[in-house]
């Protein structure tokens, strides 16, 4: 769709629950299209036949990120640890929310420009510490909080 409307890649891809999948299978299929991801309480582990789109069998298990920066936003129903563990770039932020982090769409939005950013410049993802943020214990960058900003 992105390539159809001329915008060129590589792309920063978000996955929302089993749209967690579908980012991991581009990754897989197309690792120079895919500049970095976030997932959205998605879950990693998968064995998958996929012949509508691509004809063949993979597990979605061995997909790895490499140093592609990855932010994984866990919810309380999924792990995000084995997504996180994929990439030697990642961030694992604890929602603290049931299966609908997207419910929090700044966090969201926040997530992903900071994949985006690390991107742009090809810096890794700033260092983490654990902080809290909206009754949540999240692990997140020292010098930004994935948060709305205040422009109070």
Same mark, same amino acid.
């Given at each position: 769709?992105?390539?159809?409307?001329?915008?060129?890649?590589?792309?920063?891809?978000?996955?929302?629950?089993?749209?967690?999948?579908?980012?991991?299978?581009?990754?897989?299929?197309?690792?120079?299209?895919?500049?970095?991801?976030?997932?959205?309480?998605?879950?990693?582990?998968?064995?998958?036949?996929?012949?509508?789109?691509?004809?063949?069998?993979?597990?979605?298990?061995?997909?790895?990120?490499?140093?592609? @920066?990855?932010?994984?936003? +866990? #919810?309380? /129903?999924?792990?995000? =640890?084995? !997504? $996180?563990? *994929?990439? &030697?770039?990642?961030?694992?932020?604890?929602?603290?929310?049931?299966?609908?982090?997207?419910?929090?769409?700044?966090?969201?939005?926040?997530?992903?420009?900071?994949?985006?950013?690390?991107?742009?410049?090809?810096?890794?993802?700033?260092?983490?510490?654990?902080? @809290?943020?909206?009754?949540? +214990? #999240?692990? /997140?960058?020292?010098? =930004?909080? !994935? $948060?709305? *900003?205040? &422009?109070?």
């Amino acid at each position: 769709m992105l390539a159809g409307a001329s915008v060129p890649g590589p792309y920063v891809l978000v996955g929302a629950s089993h749209g967690g999948y579908m980012t991991m299978s581009y990754a897989l299929y197309y690792p120079s299209e895919t500049a970095g991801l976030v997932f959205v309480g998605s879950v990693g582990h998968c064995t998958c036949v996929v012949s509508e789109v691509e004809p063949g069998q993979f597990e979605l298990a061995s997909v790895s990120f490499g140093a592609r @920066p990855v932010v994984v936003l +866990r #919810a309380s /129903l999924t792990d995000g =640890r084995d !997504l $996180a563990s *994929r990439a &030697t770039n990642s961030i694992l932020v604890n929602a603290n929310s049931t299966h609908f982090v997207a419910q929090e769409p700044q966090l969201v939005v926040e997530a992903t420009r900071l994949v985006a950013a690390a991107v742009r410049s090809g810096t890794p993802l700033p260092p983490c510490a654990q902080t @809290p943020r909206h009754g949540a +214990r #999240a692990l /997140l960058p020292r010098d =930004r909080h !994935l $948060a709305a *900003r205040s &422009t109070a």
